[in-house]
């Protein structure tokens, strides 16, 4: 059978450096960082004290008083987004089809916050009144309750659940909304990720790791991938979210199209739990098997954008690989990561990435990498590939591929290309 | 309106969302306060932590309206 072309026909986002899509992109290519001290907690104890939070969000602005309650941050930040995606789409949902409409959102984590809350409501009661548990605790939780909830709010009766692998789910999300459409089995997919980690949980399990940057007196320039000074990734929190639309049913609506969903690939390191592999395995991997995917050649890609979280290790070895697998190119395209500015979304990163790659395609900007000092370069990373440090750089992307890494080793890419007939 | 009474109608208007003029002694949780099964599970947990009681399933059951909360806590909290 003949496998269905995936449009990109609308997009929604809420980021630590903007709470729409437009907001969003405008300070991604003006270079602002989304970094300040956390908020959420009394984080004054933690080693890692500053993150990349949402700004000014309330949920009840956007969400019915009587059911924002019953869900967690990452829900509502889910929701908020794809609300965003769905209007930006102007699809005419009376018309739809809502049998053929699902919801694919990747989360990390899950419902982390209310898991606290409920486990420090159980450490209160349970040598007084007993173990209580709010019996919204699980369906607050569980990660796949983004996907139900907004499944619930529009009656879109498709395939619906979940995708995890880490800090790659939500690349996931996209890769398989992708294949469902063009299989046929959907005329659209809500698809995108969330998360709201920034929590004690989240904050000290990542700091038990070291895997977070400690520059507490500087947060704005604490994340600089692909610098020799950079000591781990800041934790970021919000949502993306992707309408995926297959191409006749976008053209006979007359929707308009941001760019087309040209291939996907998924790999795993089958190396460590946490870190990447050294030699870049499962990335080199993962970039050739969405490039099979999508019927193209190295030398289409004009933009890489990178999972770069700005750790010692991953950011070494994802640079390898560019230069394994596109050789030559390596140093004729563009790479950046955004994570300098949004920090890290994990189980969102791989939709608002996508987002921002799409937005590469549609404007012919690369968003830079901030946050690079002359000369604070590691003997490990080859400075003659083009990392938009600091500054965005205006060019012609046809195509643009978007890679994520997960722990666990698992990888997801996405890649993008201007839409033509 | 007795303290008990008092506190227990901040609880139901936090919890299910609803105007404290709604939440009559009369009142249903279900009926009339649009709560389903998990909200009432909530509303009686939410109870038992306000008032330091454990309420047995078999009690909690019976507590359907807004005055059956009141009189089974008066009777019950220390």
């Not at chain 1, 939070?53 to 869900?71: L, P, Y």
């Not at chain 1, 930006?88 to 959102?105: A, F, H, P, Q, T």
């Not at chain 1, 809350?117 to 990660?143: C, H, N």
Request: a negative charge; one cysteine or more.
């Amino acid at each position: 059978m003949e496998l269905k072309r995936v449009v990109v026909t609308g997009l929604g986002a809420l980021t630590p450096v903007g709470n729409t899509v437009a907001e969003t992109w405008e300070n991604l290519v003006n270079g602002v960082s989304g970094a300040g001290p956390i908020t959420h907690f009394d984080a004054s104890k933690f080693k890692t004290q500053f993150a990349c939070e949402v700004k000014g969000f309330n949920g009840a602005d956007f969400i019915d008083r009587k059911e924002v309650r019953k869900m967690d941050l990452y829900t509502q930040y889910a929701i908020v987004a794809a609300k965003e995606a769905i209007a930006d789409s102007e699809m005419d949902l009376e018309k739809e089809d809502l049998n053929k409409i699902g919801v694919i959102y990747g989360v990390g984590i899950g419902g982390i916050h209310t898991f606290e809350e409920e486990v420090l409501g159980y450490a209160q009661t349970k040598d007084t009144i007993g173990p209580k548990f709010s019996p919204f605790f699980i369906p607050k939780m569980i990660a796949d309750i983004a996907s139900g909830q907004i499944s619930i709010m529009y009656g879109f009766h498709g395939p619906n659940f979940t995708t995890t692998s880490a800090c790659a789910s939500s690349s996931n999300a996209i890769a398989d909304a992708f294949n469902y459409i063009r299989l046929g089995k959907a005329n659209v997919i809500v698809a995108g990720g969330a998360e709201a980690a920034i929590f004690p949980a989240g904050v000290g399990g990542f700091n038990a790791m070291h895997a977070l940057s400690t520059r507490n007196d500087d947060p704005q320039h604490a994340s600089r991938p692909f610098s020799a000074s950079r000591d781990g990734f800041i934790m970021g929190e919000g949502a993306g979210c992707l309408i995926l639309e297959e191409l006749e049913h976008a053209k006979a609506r007359g929707a308009k199209i941001y760019a087309e969903l040209a291939g996907v690939g998924a790999s795993a390191d089958a190396h460590h739990l946490t870190a990447s592999h050294p030699e870049g395995l499962g990335a080199k991997l993962v970039m050739l098997n969405a490039l099979e995917d999508a019927e193209m050649k190295p030398e289409d890609i004009d933009y890489i954008n990178v999972h770069g979280t700005s750790t010692p290790v991953g950011d070494v070895s994802e640079a390898k690989a560019i230069k394994d697998v596109f050789g030559e190119h390596a140093y004729k395209l563009n790479i950046s990561s955004t994570k300098s500015m949004t920090g890290h979304l994990l189980g969102a990163a791989g939709a608002v990435e996508a987002i921002a790659s799409v937005l590469a395609v549609k404007n012919d900007i690369v968003p830079p990498t901030i946050n690079h000092a002359e000369g604070d370069n590691d003997e490990n990373i080859d400075y003659e590939l083009n990392f938009t440090f600091n500054k965005a750089q205006k060019r012609t992307v046809n195509a643009a591929l978007s890679n994520t890494f997960g722990f666990g080793g698992h990888n997801a890419c996405v890649i993008v290309k201007k839409y033509a007939e | 309106m007795s303290e008990i009474a008092e506190r227990v109608k901040n609880i139901i208007v936090d919890k299910l969302g609803v105007e404290a003029s709604e939440v009559t002694t009369e009142a249903s949780f279900t009926n009339d306060l649009g709560a389903d099964s998990l909200d009432t599970v909530e509303l009686i947990m939410e109870f038992e932590k306000e008032f330091g009681i454990s309420i047995p399933d078999d009690q909690a059951e019976k507590i359907a309206t807004v005055g059956d909360a009141v009189s089974y806590i008066e009777a019950n909290a220390k």
